[in-house]
Protein backbone atom coordinates (compact mmCIF):
# COMPACT_ATOMS: atom_id res chain seq x y z
CA UNK A 1 0.00 0.00 0.00
CA UNK A 2 1.16 3.14 -0.84
CA UNK A 3 0.71 5.66 2.30
CA UNK A 4 1.10 9.27 0.28
CA UNK A 5 -2.03 7.41 -1.89
CA UNK A 6 -3.90 5.98 0.76
CA UNK A 7 -3.95 9.12 3.18
CA UNK A 8 -4.93 11.23 0.31
CA UNK A 9 -7.96 9.11 -1.52
CA UNK A 10 -8.88 8.76 2.93
CA UNK A 11 -8.74 12.93 2.94
CA UNK A 12 -10.60 13.87 -0.13
CA UNK A 13 -13.08 11.30 1.00
CA UNK A 14 -13.41 13.48 4.33
CA UNK A 15 -14.12 16.28 2.26
CA UNK A 16 -16.07 15.46 -0.16
CA UNK A 17 -18.67 12.89 1.53
CA UNK A 18 -18.14 10.45 -0.70
CA UNK A 19 -16.08 8.02 -2.71
CA UNK A 20 -17.47 8.70 -6.11
CA UNK A 21 -16.88 12.06 -5.94
CA UNK A 22 -12.98 11.56 -4.09
CA UNK A 23 -12.41 8.95 -6.96
CA UNK A 24 -13.22 11.47 -9.42
CA UNK A 25 -11.23 14.63 -7.93
CA UNK A 26 -8.36 11.92 -7.75
CA UNK A 27 -8.71 10.72 -11.38
CA UNK A 28 -8.97 7.49 -9.56
CA UNK A 29 -11.32 4.40 -9.79
CA UNK A 30 -13.98 4.14 -6.89
CA UNK A 31 -13.08 0.87 -6.00
CA UNK A 32 -9.18 2.06 -6.08
CA UNK A 33 -10.48 4.53 -3.37
CA UNK A 34 -12.17 1.98 -1.35
CA UNK A 35 -9.55 -0.31 -1.81
CA UNK A 36 -7.24 2.11 -0.61
CA UNK A 37 -9.16 3.40 2.88
CA UNK A 38 -9.78 -0.32 3.47
CA UNK A 39 -6.26 -0.88 3.29
CA UNK A 40 -5.15 2.22 5.63
CA UNK A 41 -8.13 1.13 8.03
CA UNK A 42 -6.70 -2.79 8.41
CA UNK A 43 -3.25 -0.99 8.84
CA UNK A 44 -4.47 1.20 11.83
CA UNK A 45 -7.11 -1.81 12.87
CA UNK A 46 -9.66 1.63 13.37
CA UNK A 47 -12.88 2.47 11.65
CA UNK A 48 -12.18 5.67 10.23
CA UNK A 49 -15.33 5.73 8.25
CA UNK A 50 -19.00 5.36 8.58
CA UNK A 51 -20.83 4.43 5.40
CA UNK A 52 -24.58 4.16 5.00
CA UNK A 53 -26.22 3.91 0.88
CA UNK A 54 -26.63 7.64 1.47
CA UNK A 55 -23.38 9.21 2.44
CA UNK A 56 -20.16 8.84 4.14
CA UNK A 57 -19.68 10.08 7.78
CA UNK A 58 -16.17 10.25 9.39
CA UNK A 59 -15.96 8.44 12.90
CA UNK A 60 -14.26 10.34 15.82
CA UNK A 61 -11.27 8.73 15.74
CA UNK A 62 -11.39 9.21 11.70
CA UNK A 63 -12.00 13.06 12.55
CA UNK A 64 -8.47 13.43 14.71
CA UNK A 65 -6.88 11.22 12.10
CA UNK A 66 -7.75 13.28 9.59
CA UNK A 67 -6.53 16.42 11.05
CA UNK A 68 -3.16 14.58 11.25
CA UNK A 69 -3.51 13.34 7.59
CA UNK A 70 -4.28 16.93 6.48
CA UNK A 71 -1.27 18.72 8.23
CA UNK A 72 1.21 15.79 6.96
CA UNK A 73 -0.06 16.36 3.38
CA UNK A 74 0.82 20.03 3.27
CA UNK A 75 3.99 19.91 4.99
CA UNK A 76 4.95 17.10 1.64
CA UNK A 77 3.76 20.09 -0.17
CA UNK A 78 5.88 22.94 1.25
CA UNK A 79 8.66 20.28 1.43
CA UNK A 80 8.84 19.77 -1.94
CA UNK A 81 7.91 23.50 -3.08
CA UNK A 82 10.73 24.83 -0.81
CA UNK A 83 13.20 23.19 -2.76
CA UNK A 84 15.00 26.01 -5.31
CA UNK A 85 14.20 24.30 -8.54
CA UNK A 86 9.84 24.14 -6.75
CA UNK A 87 9.72 27.26 -4.87
CA UNK A 88 8.63 29.46 -7.85
CA UNK A 89 5.95 26.63 -8.88
CA UNK A 90 3.64 25.79 -5.39
CA UNK A 91 1.59 23.41 -6.39
CA UNK A 92 -1.30 21.63 -4.65
CA UNK A 93 -5.55 21.85 -3.78
CA UNK A 94 -6.67 25.24 -2.30
CA UNK A 95 -10.32 25.20 -1.00
CA UNK A 96 -11.61 29.24 -0.79
CA UNK A 97 -15.10 30.35 -0.33
CA UNK A 98 -15.48 34.13 -1.58
CA UNK A 99 -18.84 36.66 -1.99
CA UNK A 100 -20.74 35.70 -5.26
CA UNK A 101 -20.27 39.42 -6.56
CA UNK A 102 -16.35 39.44 -5.62
CA UNK A 103 -16.14 36.17 -7.54
CA UNK A 104 -18.34 36.76 -10.55
CA UNK A 105 -16.72 40.82 -11.04
CA UNK A 106 -13.40 40.37 -10.03
CA UNK A 107 -11.85 37.09 -9.08
CA UNK A 108 -12.50 34.53 -11.41
CA UNK A 109 -11.96 37.21 -14.25
CA UNK A 110 -8.61 37.71 -13.28
CA UNK A 111 -7.85 34.10 -12.32
CA UNK A 112 -6.20 33.28 -16.00
CA UNK A 113 -3.75 35.39 -14.94
CA UNK A 114 -2.81 33.17 -11.86
CA UNK A 115 -3.31 30.24 -13.35
CA UNK A 116 -0.57 31.43 -15.57
CA UNK A 117 1.65 32.79 -13.19
CA UNK A 118 1.01 29.12 -10.58
CA UNK A 119 -0.57 26.17 -13.27
CA UNK A 120 -0.29 23.51 -10.73
CA UNK A 121 -2.13 25.25 -7.67
CA UNK A 122 -5.54 23.92 -8.15
CA UNK A 123 -8.62 25.98 -6.53
CA UNK A 124 -12.06 24.77 -5.25
CA UNK A 125 -14.13 27.77 -5.13
CA UNK A 126 -17.19 28.11 -2.90
CA UNK A 127 -19.21 31.14 -3.61
CA UNK A 128 -21.47 32.17 -1.24
CA UNK A 129 -22.83 34.80 1.21
CA UNK A 130 -22.76 32.35 3.84
CA UNK A 131 -21.16 31.92 7.26
CA UNK A 132 -19.01 29.39 6.70
CA UNK A 133 -17.08 27.00 9.05
CA UNK A 134 -13.49 27.13 7.83
CA UNK A 135 -12.22 24.59 10.45
CA UNK A 136 -15.39 22.12 9.74
CA UNK A 137 -15.30 22.96 6.35
CA UNK A 138 -11.77 22.23 5.94
CA UNK A 139 -11.53 25.45 4.28
CA UNK A 140 -8.17 27.43 3.43
CA UNK A 141 -9.34 30.86 3.57
CA UNK A 142 -12.56 32.74 2.74
CA UNK A 143 -12.84 36.37 1.47
CA UNK A 144 -15.41 38.31 3.29
CA UNK A 145 -16.73 41.97 3.83
CA UNK A 146 -17.36 43.66 7.31
CA UNK A 147 -15.00 42.78 10.66
CA UNK A 148 -14.11 39.36 11.31
CA UNK A 149 -15.72 38.44 14.34
CA UNK A 150 -14.37 34.28 15.15
CA UNK A 151 -11.62 35.39 17.37
CA UNK A 152 -10.39 31.72 16.61
CA UNK A 153 -8.78 32.57 13.08
CA UNK A 154 -6.05 34.80 11.20
CA UNK A 155 -7.32 37.43 9.33
CA UNK A 156 -5.49 39.84 6.54
CA UNK A 157 -6.75 43.13 5.40
CA UNK A 158 -6.91 43.28 2.13
CA UNK A 159 -9.13 46.51 0.82
CA UNK A 160 -11.64 49.07 1.54
CA UNK A 161 -14.92 49.04 -0.64
CA UNK A 162 -15.77 52.46 -1.01
CA UNK A 163 -20.26 52.48 -0.89
CA UNK A 164 -22.85 54.20 -2.31
CA UNK A 165 -26.59 54.81 -2.49
CA UNK A 166 -28.14 53.79 -5.74
CA UNK A 167 -31.52 53.31 -7.34
CA UNK A 168 -32.56 52.00 -10.98
CA UNK A 169 -34.38 54.97 -13.22
CA UNK A 170 -37.83 52.73 -13.28
CA UNK A 171 -37.87 53.04 -9.64
CA UNK A 172 -37.26 56.68 -9.36
CA UNK A 173 -39.75 57.21 -12.02
CA UNK A 174 -42.47 55.07 -9.78
CA UNK A 175 -41.56 56.86 -6.62
CA UNK A 176 -39.62 59.78 -7.11
CA UNK A 177 -36.29 60.78 -6.27
CA UNK A 178 -35.14 60.97 -2.33
CA UNK A 179 -33.25 64.11 -1.67
CA UNK A 180 -32.38 63.22 1.74
CA UNK A 181 -31.65 59.89 3.36
CA UNK A 182 -33.89 59.83 6.10
CA UNK A 183 -36.86 60.19 3.01
CA UNK A 184 -36.09 56.39 2.86
CA UNK A 185 -38.03 55.56 6.16
CA UNK A 186 -40.64 58.61 6.48
CA UNK A 187 -42.44 58.17 2.81
CA UNK A 188 -43.67 55.33 0.57
CA UNK A 189 -40.07 55.25 -0.60
CA UNK A 190 -38.95 51.02 -0.20
CA UNK A 191 -35.35 49.91 -0.06
CA UNK A 192 -34.12 46.37 -0.58
CA UNK A 193 -32.72 44.19 2.36
CA UNK A 194 -29.91 42.77 2.46
CA UNK A 195 -29.53 39.49 5.10
CA UNK A 196 -26.53 39.54 7.11
CA UNK A 197 -24.76 35.83 7.37
CA UNK A 198 -23.88 36.49 10.63
CA UNK A 199 -27.08 38.06 12.53
CA UNK A 200 -29.67 36.79 9.73
CA UNK A 201 -31.33 40.22 10.16
CA UNK A 202 -31.21 43.55 7.73
CA UNK A 203 -28.97 46.00 9.82
CA UNK A 204 -29.04 49.92 9.29
CA UNK A 205 -26.47 51.60 7.19
CA UNK A 206 -24.55 55.09 8.64
CA UNK A 207 -24.21 58.04 6.65
CA UNK A 208 -22.60 61.10 7.30
CA UNK A 209 -22.17 64.75 5.84
CA UNK A 210 -20.81 68.05 7.81
CA UNK A 211 -20.65 66.62 11.28
CA UNK A 212 -24.51 64.96 10.83
CA UNK A 213 -24.78 61.50 11.38
CA UNK A 214 -27.86 59.39 10.57
CA UNK A 215 -28.44 55.58 10.68
CA UNK A 216 -30.94 54.51 7.82
CA UNK A 217 -32.26 51.46 7.11
CA UNK A 218 -35.55 52.06 5.37
CA UNK A 219 -39.01 49.86 4.29
CA UNK A 220 -38.80 46.91 2.45
CA UNK A 221 -40.83 44.40 0.73
CA UNK A 222 -37.72 42.00 -0.35
CA UNK A 223 -34.97 40.80 1.63
CA UNK A 224 -31.82 38.10 0.20
CA UNK A 225 -28.98 36.76 1.61
CA UNK A 226 -27.25 36.72 -2.01
CA UNK A 227 -25.01 39.76 -3.69
CA UNK A 228 -25.64 39.35 -6.62
CA UNK A 229 -29.59 39.04 -6.07
CA UNK A 230 -29.32 42.18 -4.14
CA UNK A 231 -27.90 43.90 -6.76
CA UNK A 232 -30.58 42.21 -9.95
CA UNK A 233 -32.97 43.16 -7.27
CA UNK A 234 -31.80 47.15 -7.43
CA UNK A 235 -31.41 46.76 -11.72
CA UNK A 236 -35.25 45.87 -11.45
CA UNK A 237 -36.51 49.08 -9.45
CA UNK A 238 -37.17 47.04 -6.53
CA UNK A 239 -36.23 49.47 -3.97
CA UNK A 240 -33.05 51.10 -2.99
CA UNK A 241 -29.48 49.87 -2.80
CA UNK A 242 -26.09 50.30 -1.09
CA UNK A 243 -23.76 48.57 -2.93
CA UNK A 244 -19.78 49.01 -3.35
CA UNK A 245 -18.45 50.86 -5.99
CA UNK A 246 -17.28 48.24 -8.13
CA UNK A 247 -20.59 46.38 -8.61
CA UNK A 248 -22.00 49.72 -9.42
CA UNK A 249 -19.76 50.98 -11.53
CA UNK A 250 -20.28 49.30 -14.74
CA UNK A 251 -24.55 50.11 -14.31
CA UNK A 252 -23.77 53.81 -13.44
CA UNK A 253 -22.21 53.78 -16.56
CA UNK A 254 -24.72 52.33 -18.38
CA UNK A 255 -27.60 54.46 -17.30
CA UNK A 256 -28.85 51.42 -15.24
CA UNK A 257 -28.12 52.48 -11.99
CA UNK A 258 -28.22 56.38 -10.41
CA UNK A 259 -26.31 57.32 -7.48
CA UNK A 260 -28.11 59.41 -4.46
CA UNK A 261 -27.68 61.44 -2.01
CA UNK A 262 -23.70 62.00 -2.76
CA UNK A 263 -23.09 64.94 -0.48
CA UNK A 264 -23.31 62.32 2.31
CA UNK A 265 -20.57 59.94 2.86
CA UNK A 266 -20.53 55.89 4.10
CA UNK A 267 -18.21 53.98 6.02
CA UNK A 268 -16.03 51.84 3.78
CA UNK A 269 -16.73 48.18 4.39
CA UNK A 270 -13.20 46.17 4.96
CA UNK A 271 -12.55 43.29 3.41
CA UNK A 272 -10.44 40.44 4.91
CA UNK A 273 -9.18 37.26 4.08
CA UNK A 274 -9.14 34.34 6.99
CA UNK A 275 -7.75 31.44 7.52
CA UNK A 276 -7.03 28.40 10.13
CA UNK A 277 -4.31 29.76 12.72
CA UNK A 278 -2.04 27.42 11.65
CA UNK A 279 1.24 26.80 12.72
CA UNK A 280 2.42 28.25 9.42
CA UNK A 281 0.89 29.07 6.12
CA UNK A 282 1.40 27.19 3.04
CA UNK A 283 3.38 28.04 0.16
CA UNK A 284 0.07 27.78 -1.81
CA UNK A 285 -1.78 29.58 0.26
CA UNK A 286 0.48 32.31 0.86
CA UNK A 287 0.80 32.59 -2.99
CA UNK A 288 -2.64 32.99 -3.13
CA UNK A 289 -3.54 35.45 -0.18
CA UNK A 290 -0.59 37.93 -1.78
CA UNK A 291 -2.32 37.55 -5.12
CA UNK A 292 -5.76 38.46 -4.07
CA UNK A 293 -4.13 41.45 -1.94
CA UNK A 294 -2.70 43.11 -5.04
CA UNK A 295 -5.82 42.81 -7.41
CA UNK A 296 -7.97 44.60 -4.12
CA UNK A 297 -5.21 46.95 -4.59
CA UNK A 298 -6.42 47.98 -7.74
CA UNK A 299 -10.13 47.81 -6.88
CA UNK A 300 -10.77 48.82 -3.48
CA UNK A 301 -6.96 49.69 -1.48
CA UNK A 302 -6.88 50.01 1.78
CA UNK A 303 -7.30 53.73 2.74
CA UNK A 304 -5.70 53.68 6.31
CA UNK A 305 -2.58 51.54 6.23
CA UNK A 306 -2.61 51.39 10.14
CA UNK A 307 -5.68 49.11 10.62
CA UNK A 308 -3.75 45.94 8.70
Same mark, same amino acid.
Given at each position: ????????A???????G?????????H?????????????????R????????R?V??????????????????? %?????T???????L??????????????? %???????P???E??????I? %??????????????V??????????????????????????? *????????????????????? *?Q?T????????????????????????????????????? *???????????????????????? *?????????????????? %??????????????????????????????????????
Amino acid at each position: MDRFDAMQAFARVVETGSFTKAAETLHMSKTTVTQLVQQIEARLRVKLLNRTTRKVAVTADGAVFYERVVKLLND %MDDAETSLSAAASLPRGRLRVDVPSPFAR %MILIPALPAFHEQYPDIQID %MGVSDRIVDILGEHVDCVVRGGEITDQSLMARRIGDLQLGVY *AAPSYLQRLGTPVHPRELEDS *AQRTVGFLWARTGKVLPYALRRNGEQLQVQGRHVLAVDDGN *AYLAAGLAGLGVIWLPDYMAKAHE *AKGELVRLFEDWQLDPMP %MYVAFPPNRHISIKLRVFIEWVAELMVLHAPIHDRSHT
